[in-house]
């Protein structure tokens, strides 16, 4: 592919998937760094127009991943010395303006299982897409998602049983 | 337990992303790309000056009208805009007249060298010459220019022009990035690989064919997309490096289907050092006079005091309507604006960016002059009124136009010598022209503008007016 080609490839590219991406990004950072994502997802899809399979979006959503992952690992090290425990942790969801006991039950899971939970719920991928973004096969992603649910089910329970029951405290005198 | 999932869908915060522009991405390509090794091109910050040498009508028109009385600019010694890597390149451009112009010749260009450094450094040196079947016709003129983006500096030699004369002249203090490839003037500078590659990035040049063949080699064909004049741009497929670019004027004196051609090579680039910074600055022959340019950009052109030329800063306010003076003594400032006066985009942009700003002028105010042949405009300003005819434009002062001083020079389409075309107050009905070496030539005068192709270049003009006889020398 030559030069000409390669930038109409891209152009292509993110036409049909860069709303997308952006999306996914939103949903994770705030929209400067969501705009950040975007640029160096496709500065890497230019460098690497020749990896990205069809249907792009996948690989793209993975490289979004693993930027997102990259600017997490980087703010942790500028605060490492500030908490140590806060770095170990996945940056909350916002619970405020949706669905309050949805998002802290999310707030609760693991990475692995918020991020298939998120690829299937909110990015609306398939399994098979979702395995690409995550990088194993069909079947552990069936696996994954599986579990996940059942632990977003239960931390679903147990945030709505402590909202009934700080409800239930404010109440009664 | 699918209730969960459905739950989590109805709650997704974004429903459509809104992504900014791929400009974006090809910023950040190109930030990169410059970043890590130093021998490769530098980030296409470029405001887009078309290519100096692209095209004739460029330098005839925007550089040799540009400037008062005929005599341009362009250069400086400040760092503003200076680069970290120094592009040069070579060029050699061709206009060729429509065939139905009737004309025999074209204008060459010869080699011209390009320096480039940053958004706003340049120097240009280059010899150029009328051709008849490819044969020089008299002697060639020397033009040297250099910029900073605020001072420009000029020299030229030869006898088409005045000989020895460095002209130095402010430029405007702003400038806007120009979306037009050939159309900004000389005050700004480009290199030709980072505006291919940023104006193919943001959709300004577009893929028209591939696998064209070019003296024995394969090239993509990028055409532009905007409202300026239609280009082609023949590139190399792997690297996108214009290797030639093809312009299409049919403005002003410009016959319709006129085309320029310039063929683009030896492009080197190179850290920008002690050594080669000298590459970017003036070099005018031994014993030139110093000239300055007059205040923005209009005004007779005067010798410089032992201090040099001074400029008085000065950012008056857009004028908002015509200027009673100007109304009072030119008929076509009195009457009603029509579609017709509507300002190219292409002169638009270069009073935008050019001195002209300084002189508050306004393109919104503009008005057609001349007959259809003629396709000039004049635009009034607060202090300045200007003279736009094909690509370029002069200003000057008020007080200067209505005594009959604003006029243009630039290379006609129907002889190898120059047209004059200038502004006269109402009352006058025809000028005189004297050329060198004796004789003249009586131009009539249409709403103010007469417009005369010389075979000589003309030394003074006279003519009757309601205020008596008047002489302006060329």
């Not at chain 2, 040799?64 to 200076?82: K, Y």
């Not at chain 2, 004049?229 to 590139?235: A, S």
């Amino acid at each position: 592919m030559n030069e000409v080609e390669r930038r109409r490839s891209l152009e292509a590219l993110f036409r049909e998937h860069a709303d997308a991406v952006h999306a996914y990004a939103r949903r994770r950072v705030d929209a400067a760094s969501a705009d950040d994502t975007v640029g160096e997802v496709f500065a890497i899809a230019w460098r690497r127009l020749d990896d990205v399979r069809d249907p792009g979006l996948p690989w793209l959503l993975a490289c979004a991943r693993r930027v997102l992952a990259n600017q997490r690992r980087g703010k942790r090290r500028a605060e490492a010395l500030r908490s140590r425990l806060a770095a170990s942790r996945l940056p909350s969801l916002p619970t405020a303006g949706g669905d309050g006991p949805l998002r802290h039950a999310l707030n609760e899971l693991g990475e692995r299982d918020r991020e298939v939970l998120l690829l299937t719920g909110w990015e609306g991928l398939d399994p098979a897409e979702a395995a690409t973004v995550l990088g194993c096969s069909r079947g552990a992603l069936a696996v994954r998602l599986h579990r996940a649910r059942k632990r977003l089910e239960a931390a679903l329970d147990r945030v709505e049983a402590r909202e009934v029951s700080t409800e239930t405290t404010e109440v009664v005198p | 337990m699918n209730d969960v999932l459905e739950r989590l869908r109805a709650d997704n915060p974004v429903r459509t992303g809104s992504a900014p522009s791929i400009d974006q991405v090809w910023a950040r390509l190109e930030r990169e790309s410059a970043a890590p090794d130093r021998r490769r091109l530098r980030p296409a910050r470029t405001l887009a000056f078309g290519m100096l040498a692209l095209a004739p009508v460029v330098i005839v028109l925007a550089v040799v009208l540009a400037l008062p009385g005929g005599r341009r600019v362009s250069g400086g010694s400040g760092a503003q805009g200076i680069g970290t890597v120094l592009v040069h390149y070579r060029t050699r451009t061709v206009y060729r007249p429509a065939a139905s112009s009737g004309a025999s010749f074209a204008y060459e260009f010869g080699t011209a060298d390009v320096w480039v450094s940053g958004a706003l450094r340049h120097r240009v040196e280059t010899d150029y010459f009328v051709s008849r079947s490819g044969r020089p016709v008299g002697d060639p003129l020397h033009l040297e220019l250099t910029t900073d983006g605020r001072l420009l500096e000029h020299f030229q030699s030869g006898s088409l022009s005045k000989v020895g004369e460095l002209v130095q002249s402010r430029v405007g203090e702003q400038n806007p990035p120009c979306p037009l490839i050939v159309a900004c003037g000389p005050e700004v500078s480009v290199d030709p690989l980072s505006e291919v590659r940023r104006l193919y990035g943001n959709g300004g040049l577009v893929l028209g064919a591939k696998g064209r063949r070019l003296n024995g080699r394969s090239v993509d064909e990028l055409v532009s997309t905007g409202s300026g004049p239609p280009i082609r741009v023949l590139v190399d497929p792997q690297s996108l490096m214009p290797v030639e670019v093809i312009a299409q004027y049919g403005t002003g004196p410009w016959p319709a289907s006129s085309l320029s051609t310039t063929t683009i090579s030896n492009y080197r680039s190179s850290p920008l050092t002690p050594a080669n910074r000298g590459l970017l600055s003036m070099r005018p022959h031994p014993g030139a006079k110093l000239m300055c340019g007059g205040p923005g950009g209009g005004g007779p052109v005067r010798p410089a005091s032992p201090r040099g030329c001074r400029y008085t800063p000065s950012s008056p306010s857009t004028v908002q309507s015509i200027p009673p003076d100007l109304a009072a003594a030119f008929a076509v400032f009195r009457r009603p604006a029509s579609n017709s006066d509507t300002l190219p985009a292409v002169n638009a942009v270069q009073l935008a960016r050019g001195p002209a700003t300084r002189g508050g002028v306004n393109p919104a105010l503009a008005r057609r002059v001349g007959d259809a042949q003629t396709s000039a405009f004049v635009v009034p300003g607060n202090g300045v009124v200007c003279l736009v005819v094909g690509g370029g434009h002069t200003c000057i002062a008020r007080g200067g136009a209505i005594a009959g001083r604003l006029l243009t020079e630039s290379f006609g389409a129907s002889s190898f010598a120059e047209v004059v075309t200038g502004l006269v107050p109402d009352g006058v009905s025809s000028v005189t022209l004297r050329m060198v070496g004796g004789g003249s030539k009586k131009v009539a005068v249409h709403q103010n503008i007469y417009q005369a192709d010389l075979a000589r270049r003309a030394t003074t003009m006279t003519y009757q007016g309601h205020s008596g006889h008047a002489s302006v020398a060329l």
